[in-house]
């Protein structure tokens, strides 16, 4: 049985703890490793090589901090292949799903090749008489990733990337379910450049992720994952006067208007809903479809669900994969299961025909959902769209703005004056208009409002770069001694 460890000071460390979880391989339902569980003393170990490390590390100049990066960037990009056919065999994607998830973590690495300019502060000359004022930003010390299943090479790298190149050193814990890509990404970082104990890997559950929170030489942790964990990762993590970036849950909508293309919408509405087999967080849940023309589209986006190929990713004509647990499959199941009782309509059941042999389940659709329902009220996270019809654009939005997630959110129209007017109006982070994953290039940020996020940064991008620094304000003057004496007033410029 294969054996998966920790990444510490630059090398493969085995677990001591003696505690192990089961990884799956989802598309067959067998287990295909073991991996270690760190207790709080190998959490200790990692964060120890982290802080010995950063001296250096942050006294690198950026000319070869940039170099660096360059060289993971070069290095993922060489090595993507072997990286998809890790996600495939641990989460479950098929292939292209796979290589689409590192091209999006690429985007983030590449961005941080520009830290010389990124990093860049402000110079106000003569700011008083004699007086300089200028400000530059520094990096906050040892920092803490903690990331969800569902990405396990993309998100790593929304965090790393920015983090490592500021000048700060790293401990990732990845999903105890699919913890492989992140020690291949730990090897390629040393490949790239990477001093030893700038990055490291915990693998582990809840002991791992609360040493982390409160251990007293961590400054940060960044978060992915669900909205009760998040909001207990800040809650924590702040109460240790931590700096905490958390991102949650959603159940993001889709408002389909009267004038809109159906097709593109319905072919929108198929792919947002069913990519990843729903285990995203942009995924488009529910469909608010405007009475008039809801019966059509829901037509449209039925006859697209039989097209859809569904199976491991060793064919590669499969399109969406499996499920990541059997638990989670299951409990997805459930919504379709209790979708009658709470007087909605099961459209289409993804638990007919589903391919057997691993943790699959088909497209489906529940027709009829409105907020209370328990498939509205809760997140999915799985390949289920709810439609919900509404009789108007501004009925669709009131049920936008009322519920407690505020991730993503998608309006398909040709009227562009009703466009603005939904950008201005939704009280969502991350908005698309006639594009239904809406998530940010890589030097814009990804984060939601409401309890989508925790904390007061979004992920990556600029706002990235200001979530792992600090800035410092320096006053100098360079006196005359002639002009030099002694005055006890509070200082004034003018």
Known sequence: ??????????????????????????ATGTQSAEVDFASVSEVDAAVAAAKAALPAWRATNLSRRAEIMFNIRNLVQANRNEIAQMLSAEHGKVISDALGEIARGLENIEFACGIPNLLKGGYSEQASAGVDVYSIKQPLGVVAGITPFNFPAMVPMWMFANAIACGNTFVLKPSEKDPSVALFLADLLQQAGVPDGVFNVINGDKVSVDALLNHADVSAVSFVGSTPIARYIYETGTKNGKRVQALGGAKNHMLVLPDADLDMAADAAVSAAYGSAGERCMAISVLLAVDSVADALIEKVKQRIPNIKVGPASDTAN???????????????????????????????????????????????????????????????????????????????????????????????????????????????????????????????????????????????????????????VTSRWPDPRTSSVNLGFPQNR
């Open 1 to 26: 049985m294969k054996r998966i460890s920790h990444w510490i000071n630059g090398s493969i460390v085995a677990g001591t703890s003696g505690n192990t979880g089961k990884v799956f391989n989802p």
């Open 319 to 473: 399109e969406m994969g499996p499920l990541i647990t059997a638990e989670h499959r299951d409990k997805v199941a459930s919504y379709l299961a209790g979708a009658a009782g709470e007087g909605a309509t099961v459209v289409v059941d993804g638990r007919e025909n589903a391919p057997t042999g691993g943790f699959f389940l088909n497209p489906s659709i529940i027709d009829g959902v409105k907020p209370g329902m328990r498939c509205y009220d809760e997140e999915i996270f799985g390949p289920v769209l709810n439609v919900v019809r509404v009789k108007s654009y501004d009925e669709g939005i009131a049920l936008i703005n009322a519920n407690e997630f505020g991730n993503g959110v998608a309006i398909f129209t040709r009227d562009g004056g009703v466009a603005r007017e939904f950008q201005l109006d939704v009280t969502v982070g991350m908005v698309g208009v006639n594009v239904p994953i809406p998530v940010p290039v890589s030097y814009y940020s990804f984060g939601g409002w409401k309890n989508s996020l925790f904390g007061d940064h979004h992920m990556y991008g600029p706002e990235g770069i200001n979530f792992f620094t600090r800035s410092k304000v």
